[in-house]
């Protein structure tokens, strides 16, 4: 067997995905999103999908598919002052097609900057507004003279498909963890390539090892795509044991997972547990209605306990949706080590014992087994403390705790708890997950 890469290697390889992914015009759906999953697929199977436009997904419809060749603005001499061909930032997402004059008031209802940082260019879309639009340096719009200037947008707005990429990789049981991260984000490093870096690189190492649980990775565009796939499986949605979205992992800040609605399902769970341990001042914060892909599993009719892993706070980095989130606000090593968080929860799900009652639904019947003799002796405070973990632990075996959360839950002693777990297994009334 060849020995594990290095963090160092590995940290290498995460930042050059990033950076040959970086260049690609990805949108909510159109050629630079079939593109960056086939260059995924270079390192994981994944099965692509195409859902076409118009398809209502609950309360969305699909919008027409985009694509875009060129754009730029030019001034009175031919000079193009703004140009796609060197940052797909310059252009607003899903812009219309425009060939045309202006004035500078009129093609400045159409300019896009970042009033507090000069020199960045923000990142804008509209999806489902149709618009056309330019982002530029705010001193670059500052710079603009009073004038005639020619504006050219050669994109097609029209029925085609959205495009999202979905990996299974099942395990001996089918009950299922997804991994999700976002596709539409153009050159945007942080948010959100260090997503996809993270997740392909996690689907590659889940799918060289034994698993106990099933995982579905999910490269979908935000809102929409979660929807997408929600929409189109319905049908397995009570096998899904919860997930994690993968957004923003590349910056200076410390991991921050952010809770499910519910709190405690087993990602949760898992995510706190890792990384208190590994104490480096990471946090886990309570559920709010921002953010990533979580807001789709997490909302009414489909409640999945789904949380979020990102470096700091959502919102709280000015770089991000800027052309200031570029390969320097990243590093590889920070990418590495958010894996590594990541595979610490996967080895907490797939490595600690787990068990379920074997005689559901309800509470087994303790005393027509004489289940209280065999847990030992005759009264006293040992007793009790093994009839207590007992409870808890039959309380809590449906397979979504595992025996050290039941302890850490309980207050009780993992040994105490690990040896009840023997019993009850012997008394037959705990199965092994
Ligand atoms: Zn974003």
Not at 124 to 146: I, V
Not at 189 to 207: E, K, M, Q, Y
Not at 250 to 271: A, E
Not at 333 to 342: E, V
Request: aromatic share 8%; proline share 7%.
């Amino acid at each position: 067997m060849t020995p594990p890469p290095s963090g160092a290697a590995v940290a290498r390889d995460l930042f050059a995905l990033v950076e040959r992914l970086y260049p690609l015009c990805r949108s909510l759906s159109g050629a630079g999103v079939r593109r960056t999953l086939e260059l995924l697929r270079e390192l994981i199977p994944l099965e692509l999908h195409e859902v076409p436009s118009g398809t209502r997904l609950f309360d969305w419809t699909v919008p027409d598919e985009w694509n875009i060749r060129e754009a730029w603005i030019a001034d009175a001499d031919g000079r193009r002052i703004v140009d796609f061909g060197e940052s797909n930032l310059h252009v607003m997402g899903y812009s219309t097609p425009v060939d045309g004059e202006y004035d500078l008031a009129a093609l400045r209802k159409h300019l896009h900057v970042a009033e507090q940082h000069p020199g960045w260019i923000p990142y804008r879309t509209s999806y489902f507004q149709p618009d056309w639009g330019f982002c530029l340096s705010r001193r670059a719009s500052d710079a603009l003279e009073p004038g005639r200037y020619a504006v050219r947008i050669d994109s097609s707005l029209a029925p085609g498909a959205m495009t999202y990429g979905e990996l299974l990789l099942p395990g001996r049981r089918s009950e299922e963890f997804l991994v999700t991260t976002h596709i539409c984000h153009p050159s945007l490093c942080d948010d959100n390539l260090s997503g996809i870096a993270v997740a392909s690189f996690l689907a590659r190492a889940l799918g060289e090892r034994p698993r106990r649980f099933s995982y579905r990775f999910l490269f979908v565009p935000a809102l929409i795509g979660p929807l997408a796939w929600l929409a189109r499986n319905q049908a397995r949605l009570s096998g899904v044991w919860g997930g994690v979205s993968l957004t923003c992992l590349g910056n200076r800040g410390v991991l921050t997972y952010k809770r499910s609605l519910q709190g405690d399902g087993v990602v949760d769970r898992g995510f706190q547990r890792v990384l208190e341990r590994r104490g480096q001042g990471e946090v886990s914060v309570p559920f709010g209605p921002g953010g990533a892909d979580e807001r789709q599993f997490n909302a009414p009719g489909f409640r999945i306990p789904f949380g979020a892993l990102t470096r700091g706070r959502h919102g709280d980095l000015a770089e991000h949706h800027t052309s200031a989130d570029d390969m320097t606000f990243i590093s590889g090593a920070q990418l590495a080590d958010a894996l590594d968080a990541c595979l610490g929860v996967i080895s907490v799900l797939e490595e600690e014992p787990r068990f379920i009652v074997r005689a559901p639904p309800g509470e087994p019947q303790l005393s027509r087994r004489g289940i209280y003799r065999a847990v030992g002796g005759g009264g006293g405070p040992e007793q009790g403390e093994a009839v207590a973990a007992m409870l808890w632990i039959l309380a809590l075996s449906d397979g979504r705790w595992s025996l050290p959360e039941i302890a850490d839950r309980s207050g009780l002693p993992l040994r105490g708890v690990q040896e009840m777990s023997e019993v009850l297994v012997r008394q037959e009334l705990l199965e092994r997950l």
